[in-house]
């Protein structure tokens, strides 16, 4: 017998004991590794996403300072729209300027420049997101500003009060010594 027949007939044995299987390939997932910030893709993009959320809050604000700073040096399609998704979920990212109020904007001109009807979807769902977010920072903002006044004038009132509970109490001491007067003059008969 020869060694070949030997390993061939143990290769079919083996073949044999697994079974009828049928081996189904799973579509690969995309691994997301690092951001391509040139890249104008909805696979992209989403990972973008979870990669920020990955990230810890010091870690994530510095990202979108340095995207922010990279898209100021070189403004690409791909950076602006990074940039964007980054601005949605880092305060105080950018010092002087609203966030929002920027990716909103970022995102308006980006719409206009896309071609692919998923990743328009996917950035006009992302402009509704930072719309309502902004929205509601704004009503945030006026409230606060309300309440501050209201806290303003509850605090002069109760300046005013404590000055009228001191006249209040002058008076009484006033008529409280008049009183006396009046019943001291009585006493000695004083008409």
Excluded at 82 to 107: G, N, S, Y
Excluded at 135 to 160: D, N
Excluded at 179 to 187: I, Q, R, T, W, Y
Aim: glycine residues 6%; contains cysteine; aromatic residues 6%.
């Amino acid at each position: 017998m020869k060694p070949w027949f030997g390993i061939g007939l143990l290769c079919l044995i083996l073949a044999g004991c697994g079974g009828s299987r049928t081996v189904t390939a799973e579509a690969p997932r995309p691994q997301f590794q690092e951001p391509d910030y040139e890249a104008v893709t909805l696979t992209e993009l989403s990972g973008y996403l979870g990669y920020l959320a990955g990230l810890p809050p010091l870690q994530r604000r510095d990202e979108c300072r340095w995207l922010h700073d990279f898209v100021t040096e070189a403004p690409s399609l791909g950076g602006r729209l990074h940039l964007a998704l980054a601005l949605l979920v880092t305060p105080d990212c950018l010092a002087e300027q609203d966030e929002l109020r920027v990716a909103l904007e970022l995102l308006d001109e980006a719409g206009k420049q896309v071609r692919p009807a998923d990743l328009r979807a996917f950035l006009a769902y992302q402009r509704l997101i930072a719309q309502r977010l902004f929205s509601s920072r704004r009503h945030e903002r006026e409230w606060s500003r309300k309440l501050a006044r209201l806290r303003r004038y509850c605090r002069q009132q109760g300046q005013r009060l404590q000055r009228c509970q001191t006249t209040l109490s002058q008076c009484q001491s006033k008529l409280e010594a008049l009183k006396a007067l009046e019943k001291s003059l009585n006493h000695h008969g004083v008409p």
